[in-house]
């Protein structure tokens, strides 16, 4: 149940808001955005999704978000201000005095009447992967995942189009001398559709897709480039896809609803090749000073860049200074020195597969060392994100759209990306 439903921007001003019940105090909003915002709790940068402050339950609802998002096309705050009699036209049929009705995009086409204003999402800030992916030398439309599933194209005519992403999150733990400690990988096949008429698509997967660890042997280090079977530990599928020929050739049958939907989540445990490596040597150089040394190496091929990496790296409290050496030549990098997180942050805009990159810092304390310095900072942290590119080599062969009478042939956007969820290696 439901008592208050509210949007705010990032100064903390309300865009959507709704009281359902009226047994909640005045200003939770408020409340909710300052305890966001400032949050403080052993040393965490983000509050959770779920908290409870003074008897009251915040959380997120990401299903409702994603209802939004699937008619404005594009969820942003000037998409909501622009679009805010359709939002609360959205909210009243997904919500009924507290208690959620439903939140399918197919069902609310049936209640809800307004058109969206169509925002530009060329002007916003990119809020996901869609504008990086690539197809050869041919980009995929940026309107990937911020077109509306109700508005038209210019002229009144809907393009014919269905988009298939595979998207894998990896967790990574390395050891101080560089070896794998764990590994999983975390994968959904996410499907959004434009067609008209809810045809039948047939997707293929992999010949030698194996569910299950004990089915066939470990293919071991294969990575993205390699041979072998890809084996998932567990998988489960939405409700709207039919598996009759799944067993025999690998093919899954639906006719995709409308809006965003996951065809099919995975996870897979089996040793993977990790995208990057990470070298980390940190040495007292004086009483009061130490340097570290940080190489990254891009473990893909030349022909997949990597996008948006951050490395971290939390040194010791009493780190007052830290002078950077960077490399010359790698244009869009830069490090910092987060003095309240005592923290090292170095930023690069793109890696080449293949490439290896070096950064010198040099530390200031405030107090002489004791003990080893290595146990007093770390561990080291990536995110990234790499276009194009899947350790598990789970692959979509071919995307088949039933015709019905005599239609345009489709466009059909099979799109690959991985993303670090957690990206540790201990120094």
């Given at each position: 149940m439901i008592s208050q439903f509210f949007v705010l921007s990032q100064r903390g001003d309300n865009i959507v808001f709704r009281d359902y019940r009226r047994d909640v105090q005045k200003g939770s909003a408020e409340i909710f955005f300052r305890k966001v915002k400032f949050w403080k709790d052993d040393g965490k940068e983000e509050a959770p999704p779920v908290f409870n402050l003074d008897g009251v339950n915040y959380f997120h609802v990401k299903r409702i978000a994603r209802a939004i998002k699937d008619y404005l096309g594009v969820l942003s705050e000037e998409s909501m201000r622009k679009n805010f009699v359709l939002v609360y036209e959205l909210l009243d049929e997904v919500i009924d005095f507290g208690y959620v009705q439903?939140?399918?995009?197919?069902?609310?086409?049936?209640?809800?009447?307004?058109?969206?204003?169509?925002?530009?999402?060329a002007r916003l800030p990119t809020l996901g992967p869609a504008a990086l992916f690539m197809q050869g030398n041919k980009r995929m439309p940026g309107?990937?995942?911020?077109?509306?599933?109700?508005?038209?194209?210019?002229?009144?005519?809907?393009?014919?189009?269905?988009?298939?992403?595979?998207?894998?999150?990896?967790?990574?733990?390395?050891?101080?001398?560089?070896?794998?400690?764990?590994?999983?990988?975390?994968?959904?096949?996410?499907?959004?559709?434009?067609?008209?008429?809810?045809?039948?698509?047939?997707?293929?997967?992999?010949d030698d897709l194996h569910i299950g660890r004990g089915s066939v042997p470990s293919f071991g280090y294969s990575g993205s480039s390699g041979t072998g079977a890809v084996i998932l530990d567990d998988c489960n599928f939405h409700e709207s896809v039919h598996m009759d020929n799944f067993d025999i050739d690998?093919?899954?049958?639906?006719?995709?609803?409308?809006?965003?939907?996951?065809?099919?989540?995975?996870?897979?445990?089996?040793?993977?090749?990790?995208?990057?490596?990470?070298?980390?040597?940190?040495?007292?150089?004086?009483?009061?000073?130490?340097?570290?040394?940080?190489?990254?190496?891009?473990?893909f091929p030349s022909s997949i860049t990597a996008n948006t990496i951050l490395i971290e790296m939390p040194l010791p409290t009493y780190t007052t200074r830290v002078n950077f050496d960077l490399e010359r030549g790698i244009v869009g990098q830069n490090a910092d020195f987060k003095e309240s997180q005592k923290k090292l942050e170095w930023n690069i805009k793109k890696i080449v597969g293949g490439s290896e990159h070096t950064l010198r810092a040099k530390l200031t304390f405030s107090q002489e060392?004791?003990?080893?310095?290595?146990?007093?900072?770390?561990?080291?942290?990536?995110?990234?994100?790499?276009?194009?590119?899947?350790?598990?080599?789970?692959?979509?062969?071919?995307?088949?759209?039933?015709?019905?009478?005599?239609?345009?042939?489709?466009?059909r956007w099979v799109r690959y990306v991985t993303q670090a969820n957690s990206y540790v290696a201990r120094i």
């Open positions: 439903t939140t399918s995009t197919e069902v609310l086409k049936s209640y809800v009447f307004n058109e969206p204003i169509v925002v530009d999402a309107t990937a995942v911020t077109k509306s599933v109700v508005a038209n194209d210019p002229g009144g005519r809907k393009r014919e189009e269905i988009f298939v992403d595979i998207i894998e999150k990896i967790s990574v733990t390395f050891s101080s001398s560089g070896y794998v400690l764990t590994s999983e990988i975390d994968g959904t096949i996410q499907m959004k559709s434009y067609l008209t008429g809810n045809p039948e698509i047939r997707l293929a997967l992999n690998r093919t899954l049958s639906l006719v995709p609803p409308d809006g965003e939907f996951p065809v099919m989540n995975y996870r897979i445990t089996q040793e993977f090749k990790p995208p990057f490596t990470i070298n980390t040597l940190i040495e007292e150089a004086g009483s009061l000073k130490a340097e570290v040394i940080l190489k990254i190496r891009a473990e060392l004791h003990g080893n310095i290595t146990k007093e900072a770390g561990p080291v942290s990536l995110t990234f994100t790499i276009p194009m590119y899947n350790p598990s080599r789970l692959q979509v062969k071919y995307l088949q759209i039933a015709k019905k009478g005599k239609t345009t042939n489709p466009y």
